[in-house]
């Protein structure tokens, strides 16, 4: 099995076509996440798939408006967490996050291999999308996944257009891991 080829194909493209998700397609995404390993097998996960219209239109009327691309998404995700609901470890290690970030990946690398562009933002007004879907105040909406198949690039704003055809940048290896023992190389610069 090679992962490393769905791992280097994910990437956070925004240029959606509103054709609908199969329901068995999304259904195979979402399970995928749930396979996730998690912190004692708390599965501290919450997986919201909207794609009812109504539901989905408020939804995206939460969104930031550096985000206006996904407005044309045939389907949202929300991921749902409370710390309480895993592991909490001394040193501000609180696994709920950790174990929701794992599904959260699970989710993107089943997208991918069901030839979906998979683009998790943090651009939404939590309150109000919390409002859209009916989550409680006291719980963490942490993330929004947007989902669709691929689209026209032409609706896109130039800038975004760009970045669609730009090369995948990442940072070298060296800048974000070592072996053996820490090395101070790898604190990132001062943010300007």
């Known amino acids: 099995m ?9 990437r956070a493209y925004r240029a959606l076509s509103e054709a609908p998700i199969e329901a068995e397609v999304l259904e195979r995404i979402v399970r995928a996440a749930t396979l996730a390993p998690s912190c004692s097998n708390n599965q501290p996960w919450r997986i919201v798939a909207v794609t009812a219209p109504d539901r989905l239109e408020a939804l995206k009327a939460a969104l930031s408006s550096g985000n206006y691309w996904a407005k044309k998404a045939p389907a949202i995700a929300a991921f749902v967490t409370d710390l309480s609901w895993d592991a909490r470890l001394e040193g501000g290690r609180d696994y709920a996050l950790f174990d929701l970030g794992q599904a959260a990946m699970a989710f993107q690398l089943q997208a991918v291999e069901e030839g979906l562009f998979v683009h998790p933002i943090a ?6 999308a919390k409002r859209a879907l009916g989550i409680p105040d006291s719980l963490i909406l942490e993330t929004l996944i947007i989902l669709g198949h691929p689209g026209d690039p032409g609706s896109l704003s130039e800038k975004h257009q760009a970045a669609e055809r730009s090369p995948r940048a990442r940072k070298p290896m060296a800048d974000v ?5 820490w090395n101070e190389a790898l604190i990132p610069p001062p943010k300007s």
């Open 2 to 10: 090679q992962i490393l080829g769905a791992i280097e194909k994910r």
């Open 123 to 128: 651009g939404f007004d939590q309150a109000a």
């Open 177 to 181: 891991s070592a072996a053996d023992a």
